[in-house]
């Protein structure tokens, strides 16, 4: 009777400790790529997040951007140089759909678009949100804002340094 109780509860809890653990597979390589580039670049740090597979970070000191994202696996890491950048803007895709007789708008993606001083560069596109990836929003919209706020804020400040000297 033990025995088969304890089956059941093997047989239930093991699956999602498999499941946990080979998720967070991704995030170790993420975390890797991103504490190597840390210490190559001499970076440290002022505001950082970290939000599923995603990570972006800011260093307003050696006015640098890191932008980490894993896909199947394999991590695409950004290092953006801040005095290279013009602006940065959220971009929003939605579409209305109708529910029970009530208009409802339902976001699609959301990316933050960095624009650089150099119009010949092409503008570099963070995903924040996008609904083919992650079915549940999660803040993503007040994260992208906070992010959008502390780039153009950084990128300000440098604009400023710049006609002071």
Same mark, same amino acid.
């Not at 009777?1 to 993420?30: A, H, Q, Y």
């Not at 503008?123 to 803040?139: A, G, L, P, R």
């Given at each position: ?8 509860? =093997?047989?239930?809890?093991?699956? +999602? @400790? ?12 993420? &975390?890797? *790529? ?14 950082? #997040?970290?939000? $599923?597979?995603? +990570?972006? $970070?800011?260093?307003? &000191? ?8 894993? +896909?199947? $696996? %394999? %991590?695409?890491?950004?290092? @953006?140089?801040?005095?290279?950048? =013009?602006? %940065?803007?959220i971009v929003k895709k939605?579409? *209305?759909?109708?529910?029970? &007789?009530?208009? #409802?708008?339902?976001? #699609?993606?959301?990316?933050? *678009?960095?624009?650089?001083?150099? *119009? ?19 803040? /993503?919209?007040?994260?992208? /804002? ?8 950084? %990128? ?10």
């Open positions: 009777m033990w025995l088969v109780s304890g089956l059941l509860v =093997l047989c239930t809890v093991l699956p +999602f @400790i498999i499941l946990n653990k080979s998720g967070k597979g991704d995030l170790k390589i993420m &975390n890797k *790529e991103v504490a190597r580039l840390l210490n190559d670049r001499k970076l440290k740090f002022s505001l950082k #997040e970290n939000w $599923g597979n995603s +990570f972006i $970070g800011l260093d307003a &000191n050696n006015r640098a951007l890191v932008f980490s994202k894993v +896909f199947d $696996g %394999v %991590v695409a890491l950004d290092n @953006i140089d801040l005095n290279d950048v =013009l602006n %940065v803007k939605t579409h *209305e759909v109708r529910t029970k &007789n009530k208009k #409802e708008t339902v976001l #699609e993606k959301m990316d933050l *678009e960095i624009r650089f001083l150099d *119009e010949q560069k092409p503008h570099k596109t963070f995903n924040f949100y996008d609904i083919d990836s992650i079915y549940v929003e999660d803040y /993503e919209l007040r994260r992208a /804002e906070k992010w959008n706020a502390a780039i153009n804020g950084a %990128v300000a400040t440098s604009f400023k340094s710049a006609k002071v000297a």
